[in-house]
C-alpha cells in the first residue's frame, strides 16, 4: 500500500537522477579545461642578442607588446595633483573647524536637568 505524503516512488527516483546525471555530463563536456586555450594576444620572442642597458625598466610579460614598469599617468600634471591634494585636505581641514567651533555640547559644564529622570 502506498504511503501519504510521499514525495517520489522509486522508478522516477531512478529517472530523475539518470537525468540529472546527463545534464552533470553535459556541462563538463562544455566547460573548457585547463583555463581555456591560450590568451588573446601573442607570445614575445626570446632575446636573440644582449640586452640593452634600459631593458629593465620593462615589465616583459610574455606578451608580444611588454608595458613599461613604471607607471606613466600623463592625464594630471604634478602641479594640478598637488592643487587637488591641497584643496582636499583644506576642504577637511574647514569642515573639522567648523564642526569644533559650533559643537555646544563641549561647552556646557553640566549635564542639562532634561535629561535627567
Known sequence: ????????????????????????????????????????????????????????LTWDDGTANPEPCLDQFRLVGKNQALGMLVMGMGG?????YTLSVKDKPSKVPYVPREVLP
Open 92 to 96: 577637511f581641514a574647514l569642515l573639522g
Open 1 to 56: 500500500r502506498a504511503r501519504r505524503g510521499a514525495m517520489v516512488n522509486p522508478p522516477s527516483a531512478r529517472m530523475l537522477a539518470t537525468c540529472l546525471g546527463r545534464r552533470i555530463s553535459c556541462i563538463r563536456s562544455v566547460q573548457p579545461a585547463r583555463g581555456g586555450g591560450g590568451g588573446p594576444v601573442a607570445s614575445s620572442k626570446p632575446p636573440s642578442e644582449p640586452l640593452v642597458e634600459t631593458d629593465e
